[in-house]
């Protein structure tokens, strides 16, 4: 069956244009769909490009004008996929590029949540123990209590070290007064980012970036510079291998990328992965400045059941290298190994 040409990602936090192009809109031209596809642009993934709004609502200019909600209690919810925002659907659909079924979220709800993070002792020495502790709240200060799960889970955290030596996978549990904790130990003194994933209910999905340095820390917030290293990669008993697109990765273009799972000691395929987490496999990339981000899964129609063969879809906002890491579960063990690419101008 001949793939569809993937749909490129708008990225999801700047909301300013989005809004401009609302008001534009606001005449007798207002067109239809222009509702949904300004969803789309809301929830999308780290865009800086103003552009790409643009071409979206010019794109809506030969429609045929429609009504829209003057206040937001008048607001009809749309059903949008949190990992992919700019697939909308009805309610119980299921976003035909990661199996996720779509949750409804409010068009008129444009302001982002604040997250806040307290790290507990707050001079976190190497090897002690400590508490992450999450905290969402409105602009107004009100908290946010009910999130929508993603993935079987209402919040997902990836840690990641400056030096990219040091990667945690992490799931705080919620709390009555909406606060999320979480315990971790860190190896090493340095400069550690917290990339937080979650959705409150009727919001938008989010993906905000924290950090906060060790005691003992005396190195500076430099950036990290990554050499290329796509070769094979061990975890104990499993082997995975990384395809990449013959022409390269651009900047700027949605791409599909292969990763293949085989036993360690044999070379065979493995045919038995098991579902963490909703999913076959979840893929985190993160750029070298510590900048881009995202969080990915196996396209269910273009992937093997069970292994060996899994492929992504993913988009590189800019030029340079960016370090991924492959997580998969089989007989009850989680397995996990780390990537460099290079990612060339558009």
């Not at 005449?27 to 071409?55: C, E, H, N």
Request: glycine share 8%; with cysteine; hydrophobic share 45%.
């Amino acid at each position: 069956m001949a793939r569809p040409a993937p749909r490129v990602p708008f990225p999801r936090a700047t909301q300013t244009f989005v809004a401009l192009g609302a008001a534009a809109l606001s005449t007798p031209r207002r067109r239809r769909f222009v509702q949904g596809v300004i969803i789309a642009v809301l929830m999308a993934d780290l865009s800086r490009r103003a552009g790409l709004v643009v071409i979206c609502v010019l794109s809506l200019m030969r429609a045929t004008p429609v009504s829209m909600p003057q206040d937001r209690t008048s607001a009809l919810p749309v059903f949008i996929c949190p990992m992919h925002p700019d697939v909308i659907g009805n309610e119980g659909d299921l976003c035909p590029r990661c199996g996720m079924r779509l949750v409804a979220t409010n068009p008129t709800d444009t302001a982002p949540p604040v997250l806040t993070l307290e790290v507990t002792p707050k001079a976190v020495k190497p090897g002690e123990r400590a508490v992450m502790r999450f905290r969402v709240t409105r602009r107004s200060g009100e908290p946010v209590t009910q999130f929508q799960p993603l993935h079987e889970r209402p919040m997902h955290v990836f840690l990641v070290s400056h030096r990219f030596d040091f990667f945690a996978h992490l799931h705080p549990e919620p709390a009555a007064d909406g606060t999320f904790a979480v315990p971790v130990s860190l190896p090493h003194a340095g400069v550690y980012h917290a990339f937080v994933e979650f959705m409150a209910v009727g919001g938008t999905p989010q993906l905000m970036q924290r950090a906060f340095v060790t005691a003992g820390w005396n190195g500076g917030i430099g950036r990290t510079t990554l050499g290329e290293d796509v070769g094979p990669k061990v975890d104990r008993s499993v082997k995975m291998q990384i395809q990449l697109p013959a022409d390269g990765l651009v900047a700027g273009r949605s791409v599909d990328f292969r990763c293949s799972i085989s036993d360690a000691a044999s070379g065979a395929p493995i045919h038995d992965l098991e579902p963490y987490l909703g999913t076959m496999a979840h893929v985190f990339l993160v750029g070298a400045d510590l900048s881009d981000a995202a969080h990915v899964h196996p396209i269910p129609d273009f992937s093997d059941p069970a292994g060996p063969n899994l492929v992504f879809e993913a988009l590189f906002p800019r030029a340079g290298q960016y370090r991924i890491w492959v997580q998969v579960q089989r007989r009850g063990q989680l397995y996990v190994t780390a990537f460099t690419v290079s990612v060339g101008p558009n």
